[in-house]
């Protein structure tokens, strides 16, 4: 069993951090608001240290799950940042969804410091997290794809390699950018069929079974339909990952008119006071 520090405890962070402990590796974790580490610490044992550096010491793996570019920033680099503390041949893995710029310039940091690196976004929502049944999408060097792999598995349903070092936060922008399409299309028909007096049950029942049918629609079309928007991934974190699909859209010559078009939805959303909906919450905007 491996020594692991986890950083970031969130929706996410929280229960992974909980699955790495019920695997039984011994696990540190590190959070910015302490009250959330000793909370952790009273449901799942372990220890809490008070900055990334103590937690990451002597730590065969450290996990993060933060915010974004500018946090991930900080819990790796300078004096307090767990790369500070980390042992040559312990390997970092990033399960934040974040650019691949920063990716890449934290893994080439990673790599002087003699450390492994490996981006590991997750797919799969407050829910996966809980069960234990995350997508992961992994970029870095194989050997330490190889390396990190079991301990990733405690709440892996799927792990794989997509390439080097930023591929897994491009397989990412990928699942976003499928995801965004999805659910607005989801929730133009839903809308459609109440305009309609159709059954919603019983409309999903028939086009859930044929080519319409999708995740999104078996698992949220009641509460879309109820206007319960609270599954966790909120609206305000779904336009940070489609800020950063569009701008590497920009970047590498893709198009993404459609995914332009939902980002403008989600934005309409928040100015009705959505932020902390959860991402199915485009519905509402169609029943102003």
């Known amino acids: 069993m491996a020594r692991i520090a986890f950083l970031g405890l969130g929706v996410m962070g929280f229960p992974m951090a909980g699955h790495l402990m019920r695997a039984g590796h011994g696990v540190t974790v590190y959070n910015r608001s302490p009250a959330k580490a000793q909370a952790w610490v ?18 065969d793996f450290v996990m993060a799950c933060v ?15 767990a790369f500070a503390g980390m042992t040559p041949g312990a390997v970092f893995v990033d399960h934040t969804t974040v650019s691949a710029k920063v990716t890449r310039e934290l893994a080439e940091a990673a790599r002087q410091a003699g450390l492994g690196y490996v981006d590991a976004p997750v797919s799969g929502g ?7 049944q995350l997508s992961v999408m992994c ?23 997509m390439g080097d070092a930023g591929a897994g936060q491009m397989a990412k922008m990928c699942n ?46 009641k509460t879309m339909a109820e206007g319960h928007f609270d599954h966790g991934f909120a609206v305000d974190w779904m336009r940070k990952d489609l800020a950063i699909c569009l701008e ?12 332009a078009l939902v980002d403008q939805f989600y934005h309409e959303v928040q100015r009705m006071g959505g932020g902390r909906w ?9 029943r102003r």
């Open 176 to 221: 976003q950018i499928a995801i965004a399409g999805l659910v607005q299309g989801l929730s133009e028909s839903l809308a459609f069929a109440e305009r309609a007096g159709l059954d919603i049950e019983l409309l999903v029942e028939v086009i859930s079974q044929g080519a319409a049918g999708s995740w999104q629609m078996v698992n949220r079309h």
């Open 42 to 59: 009273a449901q799942h044992g372990g220890t809490h240290a008070p900055t990334p550096r103590e937690a990451a010491s002597g730590a």
């Open 278 to 286: 959860d991402t199915s919450s485009l519905i509402a905007r169609l």
């Open 139 to 161: 970029g870095g060097t194989p050997e330490d794809y190889a390396s990190a792999k079991p301990v990733i598995d405690a709440y892996a349903r799927i792990c794989r390699r």
């Open 126 to 132: 407050q829910s996966g997290a809980e069960n234990g």
């Open 67 to 81: 915010g974004n570019d500018d946090d991930l920033r900080q819990v790796c680099l300078g004096a307090d940042g």
């Open 248 to 259: 590497t859209a920009d970047e590498i010559g893709a198009s993404l008119p459609v995914t």
